[in-house]
């Protein structure tokens, strides 16, 4: 059965028009597997209506599709030698869907006649990112949390994992000290505070929780990035500190991303409404599918793309060409891959814009960017350790 809203919501989306709650709506659809023939369809004549008959002749519109939306890029690139045509900067940017756009929704450029390499990484291939994390107690006391869980839950005198089962039978848990969970390069985590509040943690960050103050605020602080849900709860605000700011809430969701090696803190809401402050200089008031960006002591105010701020928590990674150079594109994969970058010659000054799963192995990301650069840009991999050339 057709669904009517669907070629209306994929237009909006493609045209980068969608308001917070089609976005929504947009989600809904197409994680719905009643759907996927008809996404399949509109896909099918979104790419044939940018190519002409001849240059699809190259390529079967099926396998463009089935590309899209099924395949990782292992299964379509059987050959070192196989080509790959490139069409013009026509790309899906749809982190939210990550449940049918699994590895190659980037910039696919299928309908030009331009060739690119294919890098030979396989046998130094490193694995995504996993369940890691560490726990710090008041007293420096740490505990390695279980990779085998996907959270931990931080009740008033003791600790579970998300399954019920305890931490550490052994744990003496104060419940007036601050607690922390850092998760290393390549690791997420869960965390639910006592308050209901849940915290989902990014690669390489932290999150400080402090029980409930005197005057009743539920205080938290972050290093690099987390998505909250906040629980409602009017005579308790919820303040979250960062570097060079604070955040004040009262129940809703949002994602903060403040990494120490970039030059921006993005803080971007989902729903509902929040304060932003700038340590001693201003305050910002957010508004549902808003985003506050602090740089160099200031505060700026935009329209936030939703799914970009989110894909990571949709385990997609999702590129801005507007906005993303291959230097934030490579702080990103050293981050989840845990891998180190190193620059053959000058530093290339190339955007790249689009998605790719998180779940990929890093060789195929590689191969993707690499592709989505026009192949100007080159990588190879060897012992933990990503080299790129121009």
Known sequence: M??????????????????????????RLVTNNENEQEL???????????CTKEQLDEIKQTEMVHTILHYPLSQFVQKPEAKFHKK????????????VMTILSIPIYLCQDTETSIINTESHDIRSGRNAAILIMHNGTK?????????VIINRNKLTYNDGSAVDSQLDLVSEKA?????????TYQVSLPDGTRVWLNA???????????????????TGEAYFEVTKDKSHPF???????????LGTNFNVSGYADEKEVKTSLLEGSISVTAKGIETLILKEGQQSVLKDGGLKVSNANIATAVGWKNNQFVFEEDEDDIEQVMRVLQ???DVDVIYQNDIPRESIGGIISRASPLSEVLKSLEIASGNKIHFSLEEGKVFVRN
């Not at 303040?239 to 809430?249: D, H, K, L, M, P």
Request: glycine share 4%; net charge positive; proline share 3%.
């Open 335 to 337: 981050r989840w891959y």
């Open 239 to 249: 303040i979250v500190e960062t570097a060079g700011q604070y955040i004040q809430v």
């Open 2 to 27: 057709t669904n009517q809203r669907l070629p209306y919501l994929l237009s909006q989306y493609l045209n980068k028009s969608c308001s917070a709650a089609e976005l929504e709506e947009f989600y």
């Open 40 to 50: 399949c369809d509109l896909l099918e004549a979104a790419y044939t209506s940018t």
């Open 88 to 99: 013009r900067k026509f790309w899906i940017q749809i982190a939210s869907i990550a449940a």
């Open 179 to 187: 607690l922390t969970i850092v998760t290393p390069r390549g690791g």
């Open 143 to 151: 505990i390695n949390l279980s990779e085998m869980r996907t959270g």
């Open 204 to 222: 390489a960050s932290s999150l400080t929780y402090k029980p409930l103050q005197h005057d009743g605020i539920r205080k938290v602080k972050l």
